[in-house]
């Protein structure tokens, strides 16, 4: 039987297992949780907007972007409609600074590990639908607030680490949401992982993403980002195990189940009636029905950045990819 291991928390162990940048790097030390920002904070800075942003590589591959090698035709039509909503609304505010995303892929057992290499790129492939997904990446990351987040998240007993290497491959769940929200890719990003492992544990540590969620609030107003927050979850998460022969024949795509659908609905209906406080319980209970993938913490992460607002959240869209429930949902800050 799998076990999990806890490494015990604390500043020592977070910063002997996160090593500085070499002095070539450019890199931007990493800062004590109370330092001032370089440069001082913007005063409209802090978190503007946070998206349930889920990442199913149909979507990508639907729409056919030159990044993406496979080519298709469409499908998934209202699910990549939301998207579309999603990024006029973004179009039609002030330009965020950077887009934080939180995916349930990059799975790491030890600590809370978050990407320091200023411009990752390569090609990001999904493993079980690699005839779908072959992505070709190039992006910057947001440095200074990748390690404001690591400063925070220790300070508050976190186990962190960044990541450095610049020949990592970026998981698809991190590129799929990017490439949804931002085809355009011009905004930097800053993209932490799951420290959970989604797949063969029911329930995520949903504390301790509360508390990664507080950290990150505190690195955003302390650097005086303009942020916005992608989750990147699906909702309930059975799914067929056959694909058809044309992959986007959407004459095959429905709930997995009726079970599936019915949490779906009833967590979307929470959603759209606030406050999101109401979350905090019922995101447990539709994991524990569904399986859902919330269970790696992107959404707790989300609302808890957020500070829970006492708003509704905005259904942009929801549909299923592979029997699987997705929802693209819009919060917006207090007032």
């Keep these: 039987m799998s076990r999990v291991f806890h490494a015990q928390v604390g500043?020592?162990?977070s910063r002997s297992r996160r090593p500085g940048p070499p002095p070539s790097s450019g890199a931007v030390a990493s800062p004590s949780p109370r330092a001032a920002?370089?440069?001082?904070?913007?005063p409209d800075g802090g978190i503007v907007a946070g998206y349930l942003a889920p990442h199913p590589p149909h979507l990508v591959y639907a729409e056919n972007p030159p990044r993406n090698e496979p080519r298709s035709r469409g499908g998934w039509d209202v699910l990549r409609w939301g998207y579309q909503e999603l990024r006029r609304r973004m179009a039609g505010r002030d330009r965020p600074d950077v887009l934080v995303v939180h995916a349930p892929?990059?799975?790491?057992?030890?600590?809370?590990?978050?990407?320091?290499?200023a411009d990752p790129r390569g090609v990001s492939v999904e493993p079980i639908f690699p005839n779908l997904f072959r992505y070709h990446y190039d992006f910057r990351t947001?440095?200074?607030?990748?390690?404001?987040?690591l400063g925070e998240a220790d300070g508050l007993g976190l186990v962190t680490s960044a990541l450095r290497d610049p020949g990592v491959r970026v998981d698809y769940a991190t590129i799929g949401a990017l490439h949804l929200v931002n085809p355009a890719w011009d905004i930097p990003v800053v993209s932490i992982s799951a420290n959970n492992n989604p797949y063969f544990y029911s329930d995520a540590s949903l504390e301790e993403m509360e508390t990664l969620g507080e950290a990150t609030r505190r690195a955003v107003e302390r650097t005086g980002r303009r942020a916005v927050l992608l989750a990147s979850?699906?909702?309930?998460?059975?799914?067929?195990?056959?694909?058809?022969?044309?992959?986007e024949d959407m004459s095959r795509e429905h709930p997995y189940n009726q079970h599936q659908y019915e949490w779906d609905m009833r967590l979307l209906d929470a959603v759209r009636e606030g406050p999101s406080s109401r979350l905090r319980t019922l995101i447990g209970e539709h994991i524990e029905?569904?399986?859902?993938?919330?269970?790696?913490?992107?959404?707790?992460w989300l609302l808890s950045a957020m500070d829970w607002?006492?708003?509704?959240?905005?259904?942009?869209?929801y549909g299923t990819v592979i029997g699987t429930g997705n929802a693209v949902v819009e919060w917006m800050p207090h007032g």
Excluded at 289 to 300: I, N, P, R, V, Y
């Design 11 to 13: 500043s020592a162990l």
């Design 37 to 42: 920002p370089a440069g001082g904070a913007r």
């Design 105 to 117: 892929h990059w799975i790491t057992m030890v600590g809370h590990h978050v990407n320091c290499v």
């Design 142 to 149: 947001d440095v200074e607030l990748a390690e404001a987040i």
């Design 233 to 247: 979850n699906s909702l309930s998460h059975l799914h067929w195990d056959t694909e058809p022969d044309l992959p």
């Design 289 to 300: 029905q569904t399986e859902s993938e919330t269970k790696a913490g992107s959404l707790t």
């Design 309 to 317: 607002p006492d708003v509704a959240g905005d259904v942009l869209a």
